[in-house]
T-cell receptor
Framework: DTGVSQDPRHKITKRGQNVTFRCDPI?????LYWYRQTLGQGPEFLTY????????KSRLLSDRFSAERPKGSFSTLEIQRTEQGDSAMYLC?????????????FGPGTRLTVL | TQLLEQSPQFLSIQEGENLTVYCNSS?????LQWYRQEPGEGPVLLVT?????EVKKLKRLTFQFGDARKDSSLHITAAQPGDTGLYLC?????????????FGKGTKLSVKP
């Protein structure tokens, strides 16, 4: 399978713990995106990278959230001191930025539950 | 304020019926995508439209981008139970972020056999 992959698929943690999610994009894609989706809502943008550079961060991305893409390939999203409000589906997407509009392809998501 | 308004939010129809889902905005988009999402899974891309007035067909699904690039529609002909799912429209604002895909809340479609 050459699509976007995410790990883990599900994570249950206690409030106050740190969690880290991983995303592996489609191999030739140079852009990688993180979104958060809560029940009954569409995904909301968190941040995106072009190669290893983080180009944009949403105001939704509080100080407790950090994302990295150290070698321009896979990316990690870490949430420190988790809160119950962090419970959501975390989606990763990737795209190839060429001369025309690049379309984002999504992974299966990581479902986070904070108890 | 929701930048992309989808309607209806919920739709329950019988197999064989036709339906249209709408995605409206007061803002101009440089491109617009339609995705379908199953419970517990990520959105799966159906189509991308970039030109005002563009019409694309994918088997029984017809997608249209408004002339002013502010709205879009998805029409399904002779719906089947396999079409059941959450349909999401999403777009990149014209002159805005190149990465921030703005989503509607989705239309939850249920097709009964």
């Amino acid at each position: 399978d050459t699509g976007v992959s995410q790990d883990p698929r599900h994570k249950i943690t206690k409030r106050g713990q740190n969690v880290t999610f991983r995303c592996d994009p489609i191999s030739e894609h140079n852009r990688l995106y993180w979104y958060r989706q809560t029940l009954g809502q569409g995904p909301e943008f968190l941040t995106y990278f072009q190669n290893e550079a983080q180009l944009e961060k949403s105001r939704l991305l509080s100080d407790r959230f950090s994302a990295e893409r150290p070698k321009g390939s896979f990316s990690t999203l870490e949430i420190q001191r988790t809160e119950q409000g962090d419970s959501a589906m975390y989606l990763c997407a990737s795209s190839f930025r060429g001369v025309s509009t690049d379309t984002q392809y999504f992974g299966p998501g990581t479902r986070l539950t904070v108890l | 304020t929701q930048l992309l308004e989808q309607s209806p939010q919920f739709l329950s129809i019988q197999e064989g019926e036709n339906l249209t889902v709408y995605c409206n905005s007061s803002s101009v988009f440089s491109s617009l995508q339609w995705y379908r999402q199953e419970p517990g899974e990520g959105p799966v891309l159906l189509v991308t439209v970039v030109t005002g007035g563009e019409v694309k067909k994918l088997k029984r699904l017809t997608f249209q981008f408004g002339d002013a690039r502010k709205d879009s529609s998805l029409h399904i002909t002779a719906a089947q139970p396999g079409d059941t799912g959450l349909y999401l429209c999403a777009g990149l604002l014209y002159g805005g972020s190149q990465g921030n895909l703005i989503f509607g809340k989705g239309t939850k479609l249920s097709v009964k056999p």
